[in-house]
Every structure is written in C-alpha cells, then in structure tokens.
C-alpha cells in the first residue's frame, strides 16, 4: 500500500518557471491538501480539496493554483516560481470522517534561484 | 495566521532526561492530534486526544488535552536519542480541517 506519493522529490527552479508538484493517494480519502514548511513556521496550509471537483484557498494561497479532477490526485501548480516560494511541500491526504488522521507524503524540497 | 503556538521552538537535552512541549491556541478545537517528523520524512501521527481533560500515554510520551480543549502538552521521561525530531500538533476544528502549531525540534544528546 503506498499511501500518498509525492514527485518529484527535490527541484531546482529558477524565477519565473512553472512548473507542478505530483501528489497521488491510494486510499480512497476525499480530503487532500498542500502544506509548505518553513523553519520556525510549521505547516502551512496552500489549498485543499474536499472531494473531486472541489478546492479551496488554505492560509497561503497566492502563486499557487490545484485542481482535483479524481479522488486520486491532487496536484499543485507554480504559476511564475519567485525565491520566496522556496521551500518544502507536503501533500497530505484524510478520510476526513471523525478524528481522522493526516497521512503525508515524503515532502518535495523546492529551490527558486 | 498561526493558530497554534509551540514551545520551545528548540530543545536540546542529554539522554535520560525528562522534558516538557507545550501547545496553545485561542481557540477550541474538537480534537487535538500530535505528530513526530524525521529529516526527509512526512510527518507522522501519534496520538489524538478529544476530551477536555484527557491524558494519553504512550509508553514514555504522555499528552494532555487542556480542559478548554484549546491546549495541549507532550512530556517525555527518560528522553533517548530515537526520540529526536520535529514535534508538531494539529487541532482539528468541527470541519476536519487541520490547523498545525508552529513546531519543537528535539535533539536528544546520548
């Protein structure tokens, strides 16, 4: 079972690029999300998604856009990379029933030059 | 807006000593959940602790829901070098939705 997958793993962007961060889930869950961290800052929350078809804005939204066309994927989009977006991403995904719990992937770790 | 406050940000003990992390919100979440983070690695469920009041143990990790359920603490006994990484709580509100502290990095020193 692999849980949530994440690619790449590490990037390396220069100012200005595009380009899209993969996150794939097996488990059927209807939530998923795009956390940053940053030293000192903890997660914090890009965009979500309740289920296929519905996203939302998190607390740091601004340069980044997602769409969820199946339960699977959710994947997250640098619309113009800017230095300050440097950072590591996780996707996380949840049943979104109860208690439920986060399962993360392995985080990508992204550099804008 | 950071909704959950962590401290210390930073801790660095010698093994076998005990130590202490707090969490603390303004505002009541329906459950509070801690996670623990290796380098290179997602973090990774704990514990969730729901009721106002409640103590989980974990064989040497111990959690406490505050009684307003907008707080929580996380003691370590008898801290070992496994035990280091990011320690990060969550709150969850009445929609699911996670809210997570700003994070204690932990070094334990053998």
């Known amino acids: 079972n692999a849980g949530v997958t994440q690619t790449p793993k590490f990037q390396v962007l220069k100012t200005g690029q595009s380009m899209t961060l993969q996150c794939a889930q097996d488990?059927?869950?209807?939530?998923m999300s795009w956390y940053r961290q940053d030293p000192g800052m903890g997660l914090r929350l890009i965009h979500y998604s309740v289920g296929a078809g519905i996203t939302d804005q998190g607390e740091v939204p601004n340069g980044y856009n997602v769409s969820r066309s199946t339960t699977e994927d959710f994947p997250l989009r640098l619309l113009s990379a800017a230095p300050s977006q440097t950072s590591v991403y996780f996707c996380?995904?949840?049943?979104?029933?109860?208690?439920?719990?986060?399962?993360f992937g392995q985080g990508t770790r992204l550099t804008v030059v | 807006t950071q909704l959950l406050e962590q401290s210390p940000q930073f801790l660095s003990i010698q093994e076998g000593e005990n130590l202490t992390v707090y969490c603390n919100s303004s505002s009541v979440f329906s459950s509070l959940q801690w996670y623990r983070q290796e380098p290179g690695e997602g973090p990774v469920l704990l514990v969730t602790v729901v009721t106002g009041g409640e103590v989980k143990k974990l064989k040497r990790l111990t959690f406490q829901f505050g009684d307003a359920r907008k707080d929580s603490s996380l003691h370590i006994t008898a801290a070992q070098p496994g035990d280091t990484g990011l320690y990060l709580c969550?709150?969850?509100?009445?929609?699911?939705?996670?809210?997570f502290g700003t994070g204690t990095s932990l070094t334990v020193i053998p």
């Open positions: 488990m059927n869950h209807e939530y």
């Open positions: 996380a995904s949840s049943t979104g029933q109860g208690n439920t719990e986060a399962f």
């Open positions: 969550a709150g969850l509100n009445t929609g699911n939705q996670f809210y």
